[in-house]
């Protein structure tokens, strides 16, 4: 430990324990959180279906055009395990479909299964970390409608409905071979950019399409199903068929898990407001953490006040071991690895806060109607030396502090990412 990362720290001990916290035992409690790394902010989400694979359509984009984007599977799990290297703890891979091992055929995502993930197990087997999937329901023909498990067109429905069923086959098989159930998202892109007529009706469709998707039971020790819902999209600006009502009820009355995006919600809506209210009638839940600006535009997650908000509500709900937390955003304007980096140990920032607050005393406040001293005490808090106890913990998990990581992340970029090819 260098000298000055422990003065520093036994200060901040010091200054916590008059708040009656306990910065060691802050520190342990966030050991044990595993957050779940979007593999997609590696290539700008374009996966490794064919050689030039992009990013197109379904609501969702990408801007930038960074060099050193991973362009192969190699150049990803490179990118990973530098990412990981920066990333205090032990955390999860979140897969999508399109980044399976096609080995050069052109694979139909209606045949997207678990021999297309055996070198991702592989990987995941040796590095001892659990991984997630999700299905890819965009960037493909048969999704230019705007529709997938909600189309009329039977031909089109069906073929989702096959990619769906597939995909939990993969999360299953995940699980089995990693002791750990794989969190299943499915997210679809289905909506309108101006106003529809038949929204009962699109909505009928993917109510019944899901449950021909969910229809195998599978063990939860082997793979859990989340459904994301969402309020626009590019294209999809009028009408979302996967909204936030339609899945609260459909995740409420199937017994899956409800999937909040923090950039899925109108600007102004906090997302950390509704967790206690899920939490009264959910048992588990998975989280994308985003960042939108004026839309879902996905950037790089800071530590601002939606994160703080959220993450000491988290903390405050006793409810971490029940959420999922993965990382949904993907940004091509900067070195991609240092995203990671950032939201990432944001995250973990965010939560740190939360462990380091004096909830109990806070709560007293409330009990007491003391409004000013709940205020109070929540000011101080904002200043109190938070930073310390973060670089000790980022020392004691072998991971840059806060001062070393531009130069790390700037070394990868000069002996790695400037010598690839886009
Ligand atoms: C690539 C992801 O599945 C996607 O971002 C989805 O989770 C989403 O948030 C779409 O807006
Ligand atoms: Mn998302």
Request: some cysteine.
């Amino acid at each position: 430990m260098k000298e000055n990362t422990q003065k520093m720290y036994d200060l901040a001990k010091a200054m916590y324990a008059e708040l009656g916290i306990d910065t060691d035992k802050a520190m342990e409690s966030l050991k044990k959180v595993s957050l779940s790394l979007h593999c997609w902010q590696t290539d700008d989400v374009g996966g490794f279906e064919t050689p030039d694979a992009e990013l197109s359509g379904g609501g969702i984009q990408v801007t930038g055009n960074y060099p050193g984007k991973s362009g192969s599977i190699d150049e990803m799990r490179t990118d990973l395990d530098k990412a990981f290297s920066l990333i205090p703890g032990k955390h999860r891979l979140n897969l999508h479909s399109i980044y399976g091992e096609f080995g050069g055929r052109k694979v139909e995502r209606d045949e997207i299964g678990p021999e297309h993930f055996q070198g991702w197990t592989a990987w995941a087997k040796e590095r001892q970390i659990g991984l997630d999937y999700n299905g890819s329901f965009f960037s493909h023909p048969m999704a230019e409608s705007g529709y997938t498990l909600s189309s009329k067109d039977k031909k089109v429905r069906d073929f989702w409905i096959r990619h769906g069923k597939k995909s939990r086959e993969v999360a299953a098989y995940f699980g089995r071979e990693l002791g750990t159930p794989s969190i299943l998202n499915t997210w679809i892109p289905d909506g309108s950019k101006d106003l529809p007529v038949d929204r009962a009706g699109y909505r009928e469709i993917l109510k019944n399409s899901l449950d021909e998707v969910f229809s195998k039971d599978i063990p939860a020790s082997e793979m859990k199903d989340a459904v994301e819902t969402k309020l626009f999209g590019i294209g999809s600006e009028a009408y979302v068929v996967g909204s936030h009502e339609f899945y609260m009820g459909y995740a409420m009355s199937r017994k899956k898990m409800i999937c909040l995006d923090l950039g899925h919600f109108h600007p102004t809506e906090l997302i950390a407001d509704k967790l206690s209210s899920i939490y009264q009638f959910f048992d588990e839940m998975l989280l994308h953490v985003s960042r939108p600006v004026r839309w879902d535009s996905d950037h790089v997650v800071i530590l601002n006040d939606d994160i703080r908000y959220l993450t000491e509500e988290l903390v405050r709900c006793g409810r971490i071991a029940d959420t999922h937390i993965g990382l949904d955003f993907f940004d091509g304007t900067m070195n991609r690895i240092g995203a990671y980096a950032i939201g990432s140990r944001s995250t973990l920032k965010g939560l740190l806060l939360g462990y380091l607050e004096p909830t109990a005393t806070l709560k007293k406040y409330d009990l007491e109607g003391n409004a000013f001293a709940r205020l109070a005490l929540m000011e101080q808090l904002k200043t109190m030396p938070a930073g310390a106890v973060w670089d000790y913990y980022c020392e004691q998990m072998n991971v840059p502090t806060e001062s070393e990581l531009i130069a790390n992340v700037m070394d990868y970029e000069k002996s790695v990412l400037t010598g690839r090819s886009r």
